[in-house]
């Protein structure tokens, strides 16, 4: 950190000051060699013999960094000024069939978008097939460049697009980020629900009253229902020096796979067959991780439909000397699971309004009806 101190002096005052860069300048392909490195794939193993996708999400998060930083070099400079810091998972949607863990995989990805601090990064993961490389994941990363010592805030290089589909690109990740303020906006932490939404839930409160007693009271689960409260699962986590990251705070990437495997089993013990992962969504890096926290992750069915599984862990931190605990991410995971599932019936308003957010979460999925019957992506 004294060593970063003094980057201080190559930070802009503002964001003119910085070169103009293109989307090509922060382009990078990077293969994690599975097949031919054998050593690697320990790592990325599961029991079932497929990839790994917590490891899968580190791997993100640090390559996205790595274009962010990219975008930013000062060639004149060994050591880049700012701290890069993951903001949000926008949004990863899985496109693939089956994911081997013993055939290479290749990753890519640029900045596609910059504000006045803040940066998009769209990912692609692919894996080779015979001789081709066959899309598998598709991401997209919000990053915030801080100071060198991760106090405040520090501007980006501007970016440029530089033809029709890169201005698109561009136009996509200023249309983003609208979308995303609307729908913090109508988050059900600051707004009642819709009328429709009103109405589902009025309606599954119904159907649990029990027609032998006229009461409000007594309520009865409908057949193949599971109460939401017995969805749950918890786990807790030492944030150990090792997870840290460049800046000494706990690494996004491990956050990101515990909260994952918390979700995985969840669907698992939910659904009573294998889910596999279909979306990852809106997950928010609110408040930095120090090391040695505790990580306190609490996982829950929010919503269900057909073989389709939406989880929400909710995580939080607190020091070993004091009790109070700090939300510092909500992450949202949609499963796939082989059988059909089970509905997941809210029992109080504040269960009522989870639902109605993981229906919300699930409905921004691009597309369920175009997901494929061949994922094979595991914890
Ligand atoms: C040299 C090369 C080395 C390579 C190494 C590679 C491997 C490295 C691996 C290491 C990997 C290390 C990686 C890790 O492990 S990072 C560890 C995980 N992440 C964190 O710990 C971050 C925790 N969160 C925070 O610190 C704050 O909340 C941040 C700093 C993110 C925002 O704080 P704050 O709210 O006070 O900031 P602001 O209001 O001034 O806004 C600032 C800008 O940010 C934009 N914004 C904010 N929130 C969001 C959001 N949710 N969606 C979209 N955008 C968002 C906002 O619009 C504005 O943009 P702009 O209008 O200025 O453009």
Redesign the pocket.
Known sequence: MEERKLLHSFLAKSQDGLPPRRMKDSYIEVLLPLGSEPELREKYLTVQNTVRFGRILEDL??????IC??HN?IHSAK??PLS?????V?KIDMCKKSLSPEQDIKFSGHVSW??????EVKMQMFQLHGDEFCPVLDATF???A?DSE?KG?AF?NPLIPESPEEEELFRQGELN?GR?IAFSSTSLLKMAPSAEERTTIHEMFLSTLDPKTISFRSRVLPPNAVWMENSKLKSLEICHPQER???N???????MRKAYELAWATACSFGGSRPFVVAVDDI??????EVGSLLFLSSQVCFTQNNYIQVRVHSEVASLQEKEHTT?NVFHFTFMSEKEVPLVFPKTYGESMLYLDGQRHFNSMSGPATLRKDYLVEP
């Open positions: 998060d640090s390559l996205g960094v790595l930083y990219m070099k050591m880049s890069i810091v993951t903001a949000l926008d910059v504000g006045k601090t803040s940066m919000v990053m915030v801080r991760n805030p980006v980020k995303r990251n460049i800046f705070r706990i690494f996004g990437g491990f956050l928010m890096f609110q408040k930095p991780v510092t």
